[in-house]
DNA sequence: TTTTTTGTAACTGAATTAGTTACAGGATAG
DNA sequence: CTATCCTGTAACTAATTCAGTTACAAAAAA
């Protein structure tokens, strides 16, 4: 399962773009989630990190360094997960094998197109699709 | 990452879809992985549980249970990942919290039609064409 | 100057993972 | 028949990841 910072770091973002006019120090953000203020300036380093976010030391509040609409949750995803490769393939199988030998670029391959489909979902959802959610419907 | 059992998983099945009149024992199939032999046993036995092959206790050689074309890389996936949810959501956001009370509703929204583009993918793809990549390409 | 806050390091405990040893008991070969 | 091969599974290990926590220096604000 991955890890629950990139759904921590959408309500962080949704948190922050729903109250523009706020500067929400990380214990308040951390009552929202429910967590430790420590996990949330965590994430909010990463963000800042990936361009998404902008903050000061010592000062409270974190700013969209972006539109809600221009934040997409691929770009957000790939904030907190540095990791490129959704699927994990087992190291050296057995050159001398005729499976073995190419196992690794048809894995590849095939688990490359589906990655692809699931950041391709992602991108197209963004910051503002998800307020408009929060907010506007239901 | 997804853990390699899904690699080590397809690895598996499309050596025994290759060499349907051996029996290969599990310290053959081992040896192409380039692991344990019990490695290969356990991952066998979710494949055994799923449906996707036979195998006889003391007895070498696993058998498909269907047709190479007939086995979806969703199928084995599901078959060695029992967890049916990609994305962790964080438990219990603030309830009083405008944001967080409807964060995970949201949140699920969000990645479950990210989830099913990538199921989607990997249901399109099956034993047979992993076999055609890897003995008829290249 | 006192308080608030960020950023970050360091540590913890829980969970997952792959690998390993061990072994009971079914199947098979000589 | 019996010695060997093999499966299925339990139990343990070490490595890794994760979320949560304590602690604190330094910046900002009251």
Chains 1, 2 share one sequence.
Do not use: W
Not at 130 to 138: P, R, S, T, V
Request: proline share 5%; net charge neutral; glycine share 6%.
């Amino acid at each position: 399962m991955i890890n629950s910072r990139v759904a921590v770091a959408i309500h962080i973002l949704a948190l922050i773009a729903s109250r523009p006019h706020d500067d929400l120090p990380s214990d308040y953000i951390a009552s929202s989630v429910n967590t430790n203020p420590v996990v949330i300036r965590r994430i909010l380093g990463m963000l800042r990190k990936a361009g998404l976010i902008r903050t000061s030391v010592g000062k409270a509040g974190a700013a969209l360094a972006k539109e809600p609409f221009q934040i997409s949750l691929l770009e957000v995803y790939q904030a907190v997960e540095k990791d490129s490769e959704l699927f994990a393939v087992h190291e050296n199988p057995n050159p001398h094998c005729p499976v073995g030998k190419r196992i690794n670029a048809v894995l590849n391959e095939a688990f490359h197109s589906a990655q692809s489909a699931l950041e391709n979902k992602l991108a197209a959802q963004n910051i503002q699709g998800i307020m408009d959610h929060l907010f506007n419907e239901g």
